[in-house]
């Protein structure tokens, strides 16, 4: 896998990640996003207005002649885990939150954290969140690589 240089928030959410209590950690469960299919968990918006969004991300699969970014979308639900009616109808993963890469994406399973803004005037009223990343080769192949979503948490 070609390395791409990531956000520099990356090492800012490792260490809000070590400040967090346990008893903050989001119950979601992990799944993997490949070329052909993104992954999605839902997550608890204990915040109705958040500033950020903090993912754990690891490499499940390295294609090392592929260059990977990973589009994060969110996007609110309501409480019966339905779409709020806020992102829409085309676009079933939600709002474009941002980008990221692994700065080095060497291990299989190296767990990496990032933060991303909440975008603008997003708000989370029935305390549900759906996050969904994609992975994108900026038009390259994206080869065989997996991203696993492993955590996702909105913060204030």
């Keep these: 896998m070609m390395l ?4 520099a928030v990356a090492k800012a959410a490792k260490k809000v990640e070590d400040r967090l209590p346990a008893a903050a950690e989001a119950a979601s469960l992990e799944a993997i996003a490949t070329a052909d299919h993104p992954a999605a968990i839902q997550i608890t ?7 950020r969004l903090s993912l754990v991300l690891a490499p499940t699969k390295i294609d090392p002649a592929a260059t990977v970014y990973i589009n994060v979308y969110l996007r609110p639900m309501n409480g019966a885990g339905a779409a709020d009616g806020s ?5 079933e993963r939600g709002t474009l939150a941002g980008t990221v890469a692994f700065v080095q994406a060497e291990a299989i399973g190296a767990k990496e954290s990032f933060l991303i803004n909440v975008p603008k005037d997003m708000r989370f009223s029935q305390g549900m969140a759906t996050v969904t990343i994609a992975l994108d080769g900026n038009g390259s192949s994206l080869g065989d690589s997996a991203i696993a979503l492993i955590r996702a948490r909105l913060l204030k």
């Design 4 to 7: 791409v240089p990531a956000s």
């Design 87 to 91: 992102a829409s109808v085309a676009d």
């Design 45 to 51: 918006a204990g915040l109705e207005r958040p500033s």
